[in-house]
């Protein structure tokens, strides 16, 4: 089969990589004070140099910062959007584990005026990332989705006098991001990731009765939230690749939602305008593979097989069976691999070690070359 010239590549990851305890200490030392911002960029560049080569001799041919210049996935980004405060949640989440179930009401979010963007979010580490990329790799930057900013809170954490009418907040929070991009794509970048967790989450029956219960109406929520995506990534110039991350929750091997893709499928993979997705499918919580029979030509699905939850390392025949299930609703040469999550989502949300980090990789790398005969 034809090696893949562009990104996703069939052997991919979904961003966040395991912190260094060096890199962790840094950052609760800035936050006291006790280091200046130049000492943590000095740290944090340094163990970015090292997870850059981490990658580059696993075999894979795209390179991320490991998500090592934030604190969490979402709030680094989101909190640095003007007039986005922090605020406690509505929304109880169940997180699941092997270690059984725990509730949690996660931070969320509110606007508190007209949305802006006073300056680039990660436009600097975007830059730093690329001026060490080793030649012929890819540099990936992950971003969270726009839908964030809404979901958690709804139309009651939106502030009314600002935006008396819903379409206006929208319209200025695409605005935000499409300067994001627009910036991203100027210093370079030509992978760009959304991370999704809301779709999914809309796939939970008790997450939707949760979400009505804040007002908002959970089979209109899809649309809407599709409308906001394309209008994020509008005008992103040609020879950008955009892929979502569809994650359902992930913190230290527990996650929130269950269900399958299938009351979003036919809408996600043909009513958003990306390239590609990366959808968890490490346990019988995801659902089957018949969503992918709506994947349209031209769109690649990563297959997330390989869990992040554990440190078990996956057999690599049963992966292979579990492609092969899956080109039986799309085409194989529309097909990927990569681990189901990050590895990391936040600084203490890991459930392995670094070598067992290295050892899931090399596992996506080396399978997903005997598979399609190439990374």
Not at 15 to 39: F, M, N, T
Request: proline fraction near 6%.
């Amino acid at each position: 089969m034809p090696e893949r010239t562009v990104p996703p590549f069939r052997a991919d990851h979904v961003g966040s990589l395991i912190r260094p305890d060096e890199l962790i200490k840094a950052r609760a030392a800035a936050e006291r004070g006790d280091i200046s911002a130049e000492d943590l960029a000095r740290i944090q560049q340094a163990a970015i140099r090292d997870v850059v080569r981490l990658q580059e001799e696993t075999g894979l041919r795209l390179v991320t910062d490991g998500e090592y210049n934030r604190q969490s996935w979402q709030r680094d980004f989101l909190l640095k959007i003007g007039n986005v405060k922090p605020m406690a949640s509505q929304l109880t989440v169940r997180f699941h584990s092997a270690a059984g179930t725990r509730d949690h009401t996660p931070p969320s979010l509110q606007v508190v005026g007209k949305l802006s963007r006073p300056a680039g979010i990660f436009v600097d580490d975007f830059k730093f990332l690329v001026s060490i990329a080793p030649p012929g790799m890819t540099a990936k930057v992950t971003i969270p989705s726009p839908t964030v900013v809404h979901f958690r809170g709804g139309r009651g954490a939106i502030d009314a006098r600002a935006y008396p009418q819903m379409d206006g907040f929208y319209d200025d929070l695409a605005a935000v991001y499409r300067a994001e991009i627009a910036d991203l794509a100027a210093a370079g970048c030509r992978y760009l990731q959304i991370d999704e967790v809301n779709l999914a989450y809309l796939c939970d029956p008790e997450l939707r009765r949760q979400v009505a219960a804040l007002g908002e109406d959970a089979d209109a929520l899809p649309r809407t939230y599709a409308t906001l995506l394309n209008a994020a990534i509008a005008g992103r110039p040609p020879g950008m690749v955009v892929c979502m991350h569809l994650c359902r929750g992930n913190f230290a091997g527990a996650w929130i939602a269950e269900g399958g893709y299938e009351p979003v499928a036919e809408l996600l993979f043909n009513a958003i305008g990306v390239d590609g997705y990366f959808l968890e499918y490490d346990s019988p919580r995801a659902g089957d593979f018949s969503p992918l029979r709506f994947l349209p030509k031209g769109k690649i699905a990563v297959l997330g097989l390989v869990t992040t939850k554990s440190p078990q390392l996956e057999s690599k025949d049963e992966l292979k069976r579990r492609i092969d299930e899956a080109s039986r609703y799309a085409p194989i040469e529309q097909l990927a691999l990569s681990p189901q999550c990050g590895f990391s989502s936040g600084i203490g949300g890991q459930a392995m070690t670094v070598a067992d980090e290295i050892k899931k990789l090399s596992l996506v790398v080396e399978t997903a070359r005997e598979m399609w005969g190439a990374v």
